[in-house]
């Protein structure tokens, strides 16, 4: 019986949602009637795009077969990284190319290169930060992020851009992250709480933390 319960728990907690964690991002749609189903995988078609699309299983090998698409389709779980100096960084880039034929641009060259600094070490903090938390077990309602392993760029709720289905927004690739970045999972049944370690054999939803009203992807 020792044995059996040891055999138990070792299943179990090998099935902890984890920092580092390499998962595939799949999708199950359910109308509420349920007369129509659906599922598929979340799949950057374009890497200039950064658009995500939702390809149904049954059209993965159409699209090329399922190694390729798959392999696009990992996403590496991540704690919640800060990218202040480095968005400032590149709209201080933007602004000084606009500006290039003015020849009064000492200040702002120098203010680039200070910026440029504080966004690389904002950048190696954060390296340090996820290999501190590398194989830390997430929580219920605990912030993460999601790095798609092909493009090193991070899944994204877009603020900026209308979606084309009512009442929804997309979800794109950046490569900076911040607040439209960070998700949390949530338990789908009361009997699991906010705080507790997540199983892979849960059911949950995640949840985008940047917006005023909640919605679930």
Not at 51 to 58: D, E, T
């Amino acid at each position: 019986k020792n044995q059996i319960a040891k055999n138990k728990m070792s299943i179990k907690y090998s099935n902890l949602v984890r920092i580092g964690d390499v998962v595939l991002m799949r999708y199950n749609y359910k109308s509420k009637d349920n007369s129509e189903t659906n599922e598929g995988i979340l799949y950057p078609e374009k890497v200039i795009s950064k658009q995500i699309f939702c390809i149904p299983m049954n059209k993965i090998e159409e699209l090329g077969g399922g190694k390729n698409i798959f392999k696009r389709s990992l996403f590496r779980i991540e704690n919640p990284q800060s990218c202040i100096f480095q968005y400032q960084y590149e709209n201080a880039k933007k602004i000084l190319k606009d500006k290039k034929n003015d020849k009064l641009l000492t200040k702002e060259e120098e203010s680039v290169k200070e910026l440029c600094l504080l966004a690389n070490e904002e950048k190696k903090g954060n390296e340090s930060e996820f290999q501190l938390n590398y194989n830390n077990e997430v929580a219920y309602g605990q912030m993460i992020q999601f790095r798609n392993v092909f493009t090193n760029e991070l899944l994204v709720v877009d603020m900026a851009n209308i979606s084309k289905e009512i009442g929804c927004l997309d979800v794109v690739l950046n490569p900076l992250g911040g607040q439209t970045a960070w998700f949390k999972l949530i338990p789908s049944h009361k009997i699991r709480n906010q705080g507790e370690c997540i199983s892979y054999l849960d059911d949950f939803y995640i949840l985008p933390t940047g917006l005023e009203t909640e919605s679930f992807m």
